[in-house]
């Protein structure tokens, strides 16, 4: 079994960019497929980011995803913030153990 | 358009059994590629994946709620269906339905439902 680690917030000003890592704890990042979830208040998750670096049509390309083996860790990066960027991030992973994992989640804050 | 809907009690007694359905619409359950999930999350927390089932019936549960969760199909009805055992208030949380590669994103999701264990 593994986890992924997020941290709990994050927050920049309109315009700027921003990262939000998620670190799997055990077994290689790039061993399976990482995913990004937004979830607005009150509102189900979507994906912004599947398969490490693809974007779903309809998300902004100022949304990309990557991953880094040296640190085992995936990276949600979103470029040009808007203040409808604010929301909570979940990364999400899968092993044929554990099956489907997510992340903590990552509050971000657009101020 | 593929749509996800869940259903069931709001509001669940503390050792009793939470059971919720899920009714997929626009598209076959019968799917190849897709398994069909479950995923909860209790109030101001994160996302826990509870488990998930293929159209023939296999199944795939979180390790911390395996001996609690029965996830089934009905292939008939295009549902699918989860129950939760002997539930006390830390399984209060929105319960959502969605569809899912198997490591891949899950790309349709119901709008959840709010279950309550109280007396």
């Known amino acids: 079994n593994f986890m992924l680690t997020q941290p709990h917030s994050v927050s920049e000003s309109p315009g700027k960019t921003v990262t939000i890592s998620c670190t799997r704890s055990?077994?290689?990042?790039?061993?399976?497929?990482v995913q990004w979830y937004q979830q607005r208040p009150g509102s189900s998750p979507t994906t912004v980011i599947y398969?490490?670096?693809?974007?779903p049509s309809g998300v902004p390309d100022r949304f990309s995803g990557s991953i880094d083996s040296s640190s085992n860790s995936a990276s949600l990066t979103i470029s040009g913030l808007k203040t409808e960027d604010e929301a909570d991030y979940y990364c999400?992973?899968?092993?044929?153990?554990?099956?489907?994992?997510f992340g903590g989640g990552t509050k971000l804050t657009v101020l | 358009q593929l749509q996800l809907q869940e259903s069931g009690p709001g509001l669940v007694k503390p050792s009793e059994t939470l059971s919720l359905t899920c009714t997929v619409s626009?598209?076959?359950?019968?799917?190849?590629?897709?398994?069909w999930g479950w995923i909860r999350q209790p109030p101001g927390k994160g996302l826990e994946w509870i488990g998930s089932?293929?159209?023939?019936?296999?199944?795939y549960s979180n390790p911390s709620l395996k001996s609690r969760v029965t996830i089934s199909v009905d292939t008939s009805k295009n549902q699918f269906s989860l129950k939760l055992s002997s539930v006390t208030a830390a399984d209060t949380a929105v319960y959502y339905c969605?569809?899912?590669?198997?490591?891949?994103?899950?790309?349709?999701w119901g709008q959840g439902t709010l279950v309550t264990v109280s007396s």
């Open positions: 969605a569809r899912h590669e198997a490591a891949g994103t899950g790309d349709y």
């Open positions: 626009g598209g076959s359950i019968s799917s190849n590629t897709y398994y």
């Open positions: 089932i293929y159209y023939s019936g296999n199944t």
């Open positions: 055990s077994g290689s990042i790039a061993s399976n497929y």
């Open positions: 398969e490490d670096n693809q974007r």
């Open positions: 999400q992973s899968y092993d044929s153990s554990s099956f489907w994992v």
